[in-house]
C-alpha cells in the first residue's frame, strides 16, 4: 500500500526557517521522482522542488532558488525540504507528491501517481 506521510509545517516569522519531512511507503525513493508543491489560498498548486531517484537530479522553482534545499535519506525512505528565509509569500499547504517517471518540469499535478496530505506553512510578517 503507497503511502506519503508529510509533516513539519507550522508558523514561522518572516527569516525563519521550517523542515518538511515526507516518509514514503510502498516504494523505494530510488523508483521515482519525488518532491513538493504547495498551494496558496487562491492560486493553483505549484510543483516547487523535486528529486529524482535519491539525487540522480534535481529541479526548483526559482521561487525557491537559495533558499530551499532538498534532501533524502534512502535508509528511512524519507525525503526532506529545507526551507530557509522564508518570506510571507511562502505561506501555503505543502504537498509532497511522487511518480515514476517525470518528463516535464515543472511537473504537473495531474502527472503525479502519489500524493501526501498537506501540511500548513504560515509565515508572519
Known amino acids: 500500500d503507497v503511502q506519503l506521510q508529510a509533516c513539519g509545517g507550522g508558523l514561522v516569522q518572516a527569516g525563519g526557517s521550517l523542515r518538511l519531512s515526507c516518509a514514503a511507503s510502498?516504494?523505494?525513493?530510488?523508483?521515482?521522482?519525488i518532491g513538493w508543491f504547495r498551494q496558496a489560498p487562491g492560486k493553483e498548486r505549484e510543483a516547487i522542488y523535486f528529486i529524482m531517484h535519491s539525487g540522480e537530479a534535481t529541479w526548483y522553482a526559482d521561487s525557491v532558488k537559495g533558499r530551499f534545499t532538498i534532501s533524502t535519506n534512502n535508509a528511512k525512505n524519507t525525503v526532506f525540504l529545507q526551507m530557509n528565509r522564508l518570506q510571507p509569500e511562502d505561506t501555503a499547504v505543502y504537498y509532497c507528491?511522487?511518480?515514476?517517471?517525470?518528463?516535464?518540469?515543472?511537473?504537473?499535478?495531474?502527472?503525479?501517481?502519489?500524493w501526501g496530505k498537506g501540511t500548513q506553512v504560515t509565515v508572519s510578517s
Open positions: 507528491a511522487a511518480a515514476e517517471v517525470v518528463r516535464v518540469y515543472p511537473p504537473p499535478p495531474e502527472t503525479m501517481h502519489y
Open positions: 510502498g516504494f523505494t525513493l530510488d523508483d521515482t521522482a
